[in-house]
T-cell receptor, first 112, second 115 residues
Framework: GQQLNQSPQSMFIQEGEDVSMNCTSSSIFNTWLWYKQDPGEGPVLLIALYKAGELTSNGRLTAQFGITRKDSFLNISASIPSDVGIYFC????????????FGGGTRLMVKP | NAGVTQTPKFRILKIGQSMTLQCTQD?????MYWYRQDPGMGLKLIYYSVGAGITDKGEVPNGYNVSRSTTEDFPLRLELAAPSQTSVYFC??????????????FGPGTRLTVT
């Protein structure tokens, strides 16, 4: 089965730095979603993108739906220790099953 | 709302044993899903349901069964546990109406070890 190509796999940054991660696919998605997963927890939705070219912010997080509908990126500005976790992108085609295809995740570590 | 709840949180099974992972949602979502997450990987879809009485296979259905007798509940059954089924299992739900799909919300997960 297809997984989205998410990069980088991991990042170790200093508190206060900005972070950028992205996902690419060989096929088109109608919706892009970004989730964060804390240790021992389920993924929690951060941002949902519904239209090609859309740029959406949620606090210090900004995500964009690529114009080709085959990619998306997530930026986190001024990182803080609680940003630590695994970030997943997910693409949704909007077909009858409403199924998601997940990226492999980006593990973010923040040094205070 | 409790959202999506899963039980148990942890379980250790011997090879060949069976068990049912429970999932309940109280958001009146019509769609429900089961995923597995192997270490360092993203989530892979096992089964999904678009409504009570309707289920369908996802990407990795072998070794599992599901049923959906009510809108709220979507149990996942392992009949003959194998070490390859050691994983963390997540249940999720979402709403779809008139062709519009809404976001999936996830439960906290069940960590299963088969030895």
């Amino acid at each position: 089965g297809q997984q989205l190509n998410q990069s980088p796999q991991s990042m170790f940054i200093q508190e206060g730095e900005d972070v950028s991660m992205n996902c690419t696919s060989s096929s088109i998605f109608n919706t892009w979603l970004w989730y964060k997963q804390d240790p021992g927890e389920g993924p929690v939705l951060l941002i949902a993108l519904y239209k090609a070219g859309e740029l959406t912010s949620n606090g210090r997080l900004t995500a964009q739906f690529g114009i080709t509908r085959k990619d998306s990126f997530l930026n986190i500005s001024a990182s803080i220790p609680s940003d630590v976790g695994i970030y997943f992108c997910a693409g949704q085609r909007g077909n009858a099953g409403n199924m998601l295809t997940f990226g492999g995740g980006t593990r973010l570590m923040v040094k205070p | 709302n409790a959202g999506v709840t899963q039980t148990p949180k942890f379980r250790i099974l011997k090879i060949g044993q069976s068990m049912t992972l429970q999932c309940t949602q109280d958001m009146n979502h019509n769609y429900m899903y089961w995923y597995r997450q192997d270490p360092g990987m993203g989530l892979k879809l096992i089964y999904y349901s678009v409504g009570a009485g309707i289920t369908d296979k996802g990407e990795v259905p072998n070794g599992y069964n599901v049923s959906r007798s009510t809108t709220e509940d979507f149990p996942l059954r392992l009949e003959l546990a194998a070490p390859s089924q050691t994983s963390v299992y997540f249940c999720a739900s979402s709403y779809r109406l008139a062709g519009i799909s809404y976001e999936q919300y996830f439960g906290p997960g069940t960590r299963l070890t088969v030895t």
